[in-house]
């Protein structure tokens, strides 16, 4: 095996992948600068090196193949880390720069977007791109620098900052919550139990810490968002176990109620990168500004 030819020339690269995105040789030629028949030719020359057929032509226009478009998604990320890599050299010469965060969807609109303001008073020269995601990080492929995320401990493989022990708290509708002058453990147990699908375990250590029996159990819907179950507790759909932080709002204004149970889950909110990208100067920032606001209960 020739190894240059696993390295194509990044000139054949971009026409490829601009061809590939637009499936148009015209449109990326305009997007390049470039002739038509100068994109056309950078194609043929990169198939010929790879020895595969990536698109198909039928009279003026192209159509990717299917190891056309298997090869335009690895190339399409391979070309953004690029880029990326090139803009945070970029900013490390000026001192600021970008950040790619991914948070969670329900921390990120709660807490962090209200008070991200603060941070650009303080750093108005860094732009934070929020990313919503609640799979886990790729950090190798997906082009995110840094991740708030909840877990249990530190993540092998990363740099992790503790910031916030997850306090859950249960939630009921007010007419439901007015239903009865005051709520016991067992009182819980009895009604629809709402659940976030990234944890599930929530209710039954509840249950344990409340010495309740998990047979006595009503488990109802799970959510893919905190927010939708919020909703659903508001909609009288059942009662939810959620982070205090992310319903202080809702239980000033009313709009939810708690009984004096909380629990202290054993997750906390954790800032995660990976080693590569502890010099950004843009994530040096926001990790000092976090940590330094990471007492994040709101009074």
Known sequence: MNYRNLTPSMSLLLAFEAAARHESYTRA????????????????????????????????????????????????????????????????????????????????????LPRLHEFYRSHPEVLVHINSRIEPIDFATSGIDAAIVVAASDLPGLICHRLHAEELMVILSPSLAASRPCWTPEDISKQVLLSVANNLNAWGEWFIHHGLTHQAMRLGPSFE???????????????????????????????????????????????????RNKALPALQAFRDWLLDNADMQVQ
């Not at 690029?82 to 948070?103: D, F, M, N, W």
């Not at 909609?235 to 319903?247: E, Q, S, T």
């Open 29 to 112: 030629a305009a997007e390049l600068s470039l002739t038509q028949s100068a994109v056309s030719r950078q194609v043929q020359i990169l198939e010929r090196q790879l020895g595969v057929t990536l698109f198909r032509r039928e009279g003026r226009a192209v159509q990717l193949t299917d190891v056309g478009r298997l090869y335009q998604r690895e190339i399409s990320e391979a070309l953004g880390r690029v880029r990326s890599a090139t803009l945070h050299a970029i900013a490390h010469q000026a001192g600021g720069g970008s950040l790619r965060l991914a948070t969670l969807p329900t921390f990120g609109s709660k807490w962090l």
């Open 225 to 275: 968002l905190t927010s939708h179950l919020i909703q659903a507790v508001r909609a009288d759909i059942g009662i939810g176990l959620v982070p205090r932080i992310l319903i202080t709002d809702e239980l000033a204004r009313g709009e939810l109620s708690s009984p004096a149970l909380p629990y202290a889950s054993p997750r906390s909110y954790y800032l995660v990168y990976p080693p």
